[in-house]
C-alpha cells in the first residue's frame, strides 16, 4: 500500500477486556514497529520484528502485550485484560531495511480508550 | 538507561522568528540520530536525520540541525518560521550500529502565530 495503515482508528474498550490492534506495513517492508504513545509524551518503544520473528520485545510492558507478524508482512498486537492505564495512541511504524540507515514510516495510530 | 531530553515543551513564536529547538541525548556511543515532525491531524514523518559523516544536516522545508558529540546534542533550527511550521517537533535516538530500537524525547509543541 501507500503507507502504513492501522486498524481501528480508535478503539473504546473496558477494563478486563481483550483487544486487537492492527499494522499493515507498507509493501515490501521487512521491519515493522510498534510504539505506545501516552498523552504529553513521545513514541515509547514497544517491539520490533525483523520478517516473521520478534527481534526486540524489550519494551513491552508485561506479559499482558504480545504481538505476532505471522507471515512477514501484517502486525497484530494483543493487549489482555485491558487496563485504565494502558489507554494511549499505539503507533505502528515500518522500514525497508534494518540498522543504520533503516528510515521508519509511521501510520496514523489506533487511540485506545479503557474505561 | 538511554534518554533524549528536549528542553521545551512548549513554544511560541511570531512567522519569521527564528527557531532552535534542543535535544540532548545520553547514550556516550555510536548514535544515529532524527528529527520527527508531526503536523496536526498527520502522521509522524522524518524531517531530517544524522547517521555519520557531515555534523550539519539539512531537512525538509528549510530545517537543519546541528549534531555537537562533545555536547551529547542535536539541536534543530529554521532561520524563518512560517505559520504552517506549528507541529508538534521530536527528537529521537538509535544507539549503536545496527541498533533498532529508536528512543523519543517527549516533544516540543511549536505554535507560529501568523
Known amino acids: 500500500g501507500a503507507g502504513v495503515s492501522q486498524t481501528p482508528s480508535n478503539k473504546v474498550t473496558e477494563k478486563g477486556k481483550y483487544v486487537e490492534l492492527r499494522c499493515d506495513p507498507i509493501?515490501?517492508?521487512?521491519?515493522l514497529y510498534w510504539y505506545r504513545q501516552s498523552l504529553g509524551q513521545g513514541p515509547e518503544f514497544l517491539i520490533y520484528?525483523?520478517?516473521?520473528?520478534?527481534?526486540?520485545d524489550s519494551g513491552l510492558p508485561n506479559d499482558r502485550f504480545f504481538a505476532v507478524r505471522p507471515e512477514g508482512s501484517v502486525s497484530t498486537l494483543k493487549i489482555q485484560r485491558t487496563e485504565r492505564g494502558d489507554s494511549a495512541v499505539y503507533l505502528c511504524a515500518s522500514s525497508a531495511r534494518t540498522g543504520v540507515g533503516n528510515i521508519q514510516y509511521f501510520g496514523a495510530g489506533t487511540r485506545l480508550s479503557v474505561l | 538507561a538511554q534518554s533524549v531530553s528536549q528542553h521545551n515543551h512548549h513554544v511560541i513564536l511570531s512567522e519569521a522568528a527564528s527557531l532552535e529547538l534542543g535535544c540532548n541525548y545520553s547514550?556516550?556511543?555510536?548514535?544515529?540520530l532524527f528529527w520527527y515532525v508531526q503536523y496536526p491531524g498527520q502522521h509522524l514523518q522524518l524531517l531530517l536525520k544524522y547517521f555519520s559523516g557531515d555534523p550539519l544536516v539539512k531537512g525538509i522545508k528549510g530545517f537543519e540541525a546541528e549534531f555537537i558529540k562533545s555536547k551529547f546534542s542535536f539541536n534543530l533550527r529554521k532561520p524563518s518560521v512560517q505559520w504552517s511550521d506549528t507541529a508538534e517537533y521530536f527528537c529521537?535516538?538509535?544507539?549503536?550500529?545496527?541498533?533498532?530500537?529508536?528512543?523519543f524525547g517527549a516533544g516540543t509543541r511549536l505554535f507560529v502565530k501568523a
Open positions: 529521537a535516538v538509535i544507539s549503536g550500529t545496527g541498533g533498532f530500537k529508536t528512543i
Open positions: 509493501s515490501g517492508h521487512t521491519a
Open positions: 547514550y556516550g556511543g555510536t548514535v544515529n
Open positions: 520484528f525483523q520478517g516473521t520473528g520478534a527481534a526486540d
